[in-house]
């Protein structure tokens, strides 16, 4: 039996969670064995020879100019065809926006399960089980899948790609039948956001704000100190709600679920609803002038003061790292 | 023109999690249930819609126990026109089950827009809709930001990673609702009072086969127990002290 991995790119550049799940791939592949064979969905080759030092044997391309941009239903028909071409025991998808998109659409033609956003894959007393947090990551789900393919999406940054030296993976053709016509949905372009910022799921680390900033003109004080560290700005739902930031910096059950390396939450209480979000976090700071917020319960390191004067020192001490190295 | 919107009840997001009796699902004992958040976005954005046309229905959906009738009203009281309650008793479906009862409940209604919530906020998952609009054959975009209706077609666009995606959909399509497409209203008290006389559809739920079983139900592994630095800027140099040394993360 083989597993199959979705090569998500975009402009051409095969993204760091494809290589996230062929290195995943490749550890079931030590138990499960077979090949790690992967597919993608693009206008041309992007570079998918050297996926083979990420862990894939061999990766099906459908190569298509309507594929230049995402397809959803397209892509879906060339993983569905990948699938029945090599019968995987095991697929996997990064839980990207793509993933989260294209990853049901492919269970539905195939009328397979789905485990959705996993953080943990093993082998349970032989059966394939996964880990996957719900309501955002107060709980934790076990799941099995009573056939196969089982398909599964890992949630980004949490698995780690793996490299082996000097192996190239076969690339090889795959043949797709598209319905005849323009795509019913079609990209018609992508434009970047402002800054063209890391998105808040795909960053190292975060600086987020609440309502202790008392208002959006102060949230200048946040994108310093992010800036100093090289980190993206999150926020609260109430400052969210509060119209002070927009909605796609919201940490929590009803904005993005987060595992930086360092979370650093700044004037931030700690709302049951935000610490789901982003307790999974490797290293929490929380800066808050109430010593009883219940942030702390949650924080590695707790500095209580008033943001105001704490977080441009915070800045001035990181950048004074950052000079001397 | 017809909608559909889907819809689900949930705990509350202030919700603290405990682990049922059965070892796999949320001990249902003192929660508050809830309308969807995601899924107020789209009745929300189905009303406009109507209004906009002045003419066509609203036809709200929900799968579940007896207990999602009042979720039903909550979208009648939104300003749905009516409900059909999928009746299912027992441990919560897996999300292609329910894409399937979906199918089948809303492939006769001759709907121009289906509209979910991009995820529940319960089982997070975000299947249920891309799976609908595979079984129903109906393009599909999830997790949109932005709407605007044209002649036969939907322009909307969808936050990726950095980035957003302009789509244009041809109807009849499968929308899901992201947070910022627009700013739901609050039933009204006339709203509430006239959502008591409409009527609510019942009928057995045809899930299929189970394509997922939830072996357990944990809760995470507390977080070792932090401390305080210290107060005010003099502690600003320990805490970069601890982040660089003891932490290693920057």
């Not at chain 1, 904005?255 to 610490?275: E, F, M």
Request: some cysteine; aromatic content about 4%; hydrophobic content about 45%.
């Amino acid at each position: 039996m083989s597993l199959l991995v979705f090569i998500e790119q975009r402009d051409g550049k095969v993204r760091p969670v494809a290589r996230e799940a062929l290195g995943e791939a490749t550890r079931l592949a030590a138990t499960l064995g077979g090949p790690v064979v992967g597919v993608c969905a693009a206008a041309s080759d992007p570079g998918l020879a050297a996926l083979g030092e990420a862990g894939a044997d061999r990766v099906l391309l459908a190569a298509n100019d309507r594929f230049a941009t995402y397809d959803g239903e397209g892509y879906a028909i060339a993983v569905e065809a990948a699938v029945r071409a090599t019968q995987p025991a095991v697929v996997l998808f990064g839980g990207s926006a793509m993933g989260k998109d294209l990853a049901p659409r492919v269970a539905a033609r195939l009328g397979a399960g789905l485990a959705a956003d996993c953080t943990h894959l093993e082998i349970e007393d032989g059966r394939l089980t996964a880990t996957r947090p719900v309501y955002a990551g107060k709980a934790l789900q076990k799941v099995r899948f009573p056939r196969t393919p089982a398909l599964l999406s890992l949630r980004p940054k949490v698995f780690a790609a793996a490299t082996r030296a000097g192996t190239g993976a076969a690339v090889e053709a795959l043949a797709v039948t598209l319905p005849a016509g323009e795509p019913r949905a079609r990209v018609q372009r992508v434009s970047a956001v402002a800054g063209g910022k890391v998105d808040l799921t795909e960053s190292e680390i975060i600086v987020s704000g609440g309502r202790g900033l008392k208002g959006p003109e102060n949230f200048p004080l946040i994108e310093e100190l992010a800036g100093a560290l090289g980190a993206t700005v999150g926020a609260s739902r109430a400052v969210v709600d509060a119209g002070w930031r927009p909605h796609h910096d919201q940490v929590g059950q009803t904005g993005k679920t987060v595992s930086p390396k360092l979370y650093v939450a700044v004037g931030i209480s700690g709302a049951i609803q935000h610490l789901a979000g982003m307790s999974s976090s490797r290293c929490i700071v929380a800066i808050n002038k109430d010593p009883e917020a219940p942030i702390f319960k949650v924080a590695d390191y707790g500095l209580v003061g008033d943001l105001f004067e704490v977080v441009p020192a915070l800045t001035a001490e990181v950048r004074k790292l950052n000079a001397h190295g | 023109m017809i909608q559909v919107v889907c819809i689900k009840q949930v705990a509350d997001t202030e919700t603290r999690v405990k682990v049922g009796a059965d070892g796999r699902s949320l001990d249902p004992v003192g929660v508050t249930w809830i309308l969807n958040p995601y899924d107020e976005f789209a009745v929300e954005q189905a009303l406009r819609v109507k209004e906009k046309l002045g003419a066509g229905e609203v036809i709200a959906i929900s799968l579940g126990g007896a207990g999602v009738q009042s979720t039903l009203r909550n979208a009648l009281a939104m300003g749905a026109d009516r409900g059909i309650h999928l009746k299912h008793d027992g441990p919560a479906p897996d999300s292609l089950a329910v894409a399937r009862a979906l199918a089948e409940a809303i492939q006769p209604l001759g709907a121009g827009l289906i509209w979910l919530g991009k995820q529940a906020v319960d089982d997070d998952a975000a299947q249920v809709g891309p799976m609908l609009a595979t079984r129903l054959d109906l393009p599909c975009v999830t997790a949109i930001a932005t709407f605007e209706l044209g002649a036969e077609t939907v322009t909307v666009e969808r936050e990726i990673e950095g980035a957003r995606e302009v789509v244009e959909a041809r109807l009849p399509a499968v929308l899901t609702t992201d947070k910022g497409l627009n700013e739901p209203r609050y039933a009204s008290l006339k709203g509430i009072m006239a959502a008591k006389k409409k009527p609510i559809e019942e009928r057995a739920a045809s899930l299929g086969e189970m394509n997922l079983e939830v072996a357990a139900l944990m809760l995470p592994p507390p977080r070792a127990a932090g401390r305080i630095v210290g107060e005010g800027v003099a502690a600003v140099p320990t805490l970069v002290k601890l982040l660089r040394e003891e932490a290693r993360v920057i």
